[in-house]
């Protein structure tokens, strides 16, 4: 049969032949990169290369204070919820990866004796929790100030203003 010029065994052979270039595009997979990677990419631009942070933008420092956070109740979660490694482009694999990383390369010295590194599953727990972390960061700080008799950063600190030393 006929139908517009075409006959009908055709359409059949033209689908079969443009079915190439009608299936969805494949994509090469992710690559993997190290937890050092991922630190640079999600991390640095606001923590720093040290991990220092800027109290100037509110930024919190991850070095000789992040270890502290695992001193008290809740603060192994807390460090999964903040929202650059809750909402890092990672998966819970890769940000347990990270937040390991970042314990042992800035807070050797402030881990808790037997530190237990964070796995996959026990980031994928508490990653999703909607927590308000600002209070939670409060409550923290101040149970780990009281208990360990350190002080942590706050955003009460002085303030540089960025635009006297040159700063975008």
Known sequence: MVR???PGWCLPLLLLALSPALAQPEYAEKPRYSARTNYMLYCQGCHGADGVGLAARLIPPLADAMGY???VDGGREYLVQVP?????PINDGELAEVINYALRRFNAGKLPDGFTPYTQEEVARSRG???DVASIRRQLVAEI???LRVQMWTKEEPRVDLASVGAP
């Not at 650059?84 to 890092?88: F, S, T």
């Open 4 to 6: 517009g010029g075409v």
């Open 129 to 131: 929790s909607q927590a």
């Open 145 to 147: 100030e009281s208990r």
């Open 84 to 88: 650059g490694a809750a909402h890092a």
């Open 69 to 71: 956070f695992l001193h």
